[in-house]
């Protein structure tokens, strides 16, 4: 799940990257957020043909998935307000190990939709791809005639090697620091810039910390949200301007962070196999008014 100066989900589970700035001080008042859900998913009662036994349930749900999140970001040690939708697109897979029901990501694609006028950020695929959430055992519960599924948090880190269970390192030099997008730049780099004229680098690292919230429903879809508590920490930048802390926390609404995933031939597992499908599996990203 990734928000202006931060890479998600973020969830980029994405990859996030929140705003810094002074950069953006003197821009206009923040596009207003859209409407909350951004989509209606109203899950129908579980069908009960597939049974209410556990481990037949757990059995329904292995399979190979198209990812789709999207996650809210606000900013607020700036002037200005920046408000930021990370999307992030990818792979799940469901599978059982020793009786339990694993969940295993991987993110290929990512776009940020920021809330200024002509202010964008750019990142790479490598950045995208770089994050490696670990495989992790999810939770079921049936309640109120639905079946829903947890996956808690599992910290893992981006730009930096290190012990994920500790709050990231706040040391620009640390020897720990890598290069995941192999740019020459420690950490991850992000492009920004501002209509034709200002454009920069900045280069973060981050400790990924996400879970998701979802529930099954009858056409085998699963739809909910993500909850996002990483950190993230500013190494450099390639202007002084830029090499600033930023505070970037999800929005509290959960309808603006929601999360899709839909059921789909084990075959397809590229970024251009996805994304060529996109329109079928996915509704239309957000964007502010």
């Known amino acids: 799940m990734l928000s202006i100066m931060m890479l998600h989900r973020g969830v980029i589970r994405n990859l996030v990257l929140g ?44 399979g190979h998935y198209a990812h789709y999140d999207v996650v809210a970001y606000e900013d607020t040690t700036t002037r200005t307000t920046m408000r930021t939708f990370v999307i992030s697109y990818g792979f799940t897979d469901l599978y059982l190990e020793d009786g339990k029901l694993m969940q295993s990501d991987r993110f290929v694609h990512a776009e940020q939709k920021l809330s200024q006028k002509n202010a ?38 981006l730009g930096i090697d290190g012990d994920p269970s500790k709050p990231l390192s706040t040391d620009p030099n640390d020897p720990k620091l890598t290069d995941p997008d192999e740019d020459g730049n420690p950490g991850v780099t992000v492009k920004l810039s501002v209509g034709k004229y200002f454009s920069g680098e900045i280069y973060i690292t981050r400790r990924e910390i996400f ?73 239309e990203e957000p964007g502010f008014y």
């Open 211 to 283: 879970s998701n919230y979802l529930t099954l429903n009858s056409d085998g879809t699963l739809t909910g949200y993500v909850v996002d508590k990483s950190e993230q920490f500013v190494v450099g930048a390639s202007k002084k301007i830029l090499n600033q802390p930023s505070n970037s926390l999800q929005h509290p609404d959960i309808g603006l962070s929601p999360l899709i995933l839909v059921p789909i031939n084990k075959d397809i597992d590229t970024r251009e196999e996805l994304m060529e499908i996109r329109d079928e599996l996915f509704p």
């Open 120 to 157: 964008t950020s750019v990142f790479n695929e490598k950045s995208v791809q770089a994050i490696k959430p670990k495989v992790q055992e999810v939770e079921l519960s049936y309640k109120d005639g639905k079946w829903h599924i947890h996956r808690p948090a599992t910290p893992s880190l």
């Open 19 to 62: 705003s810094i700035l002074v950069l953006f001080s003197s821009c206009s008042n923040p596009l207003a957020w859209p409407e909350s859900p951004l989509y209606n998913f109203n899950p129908a009662e579980f069908d009960s043909s597939h049974g209410y036994d556990l481990d037949s349930v757990m059995k329904d749900l292995v």
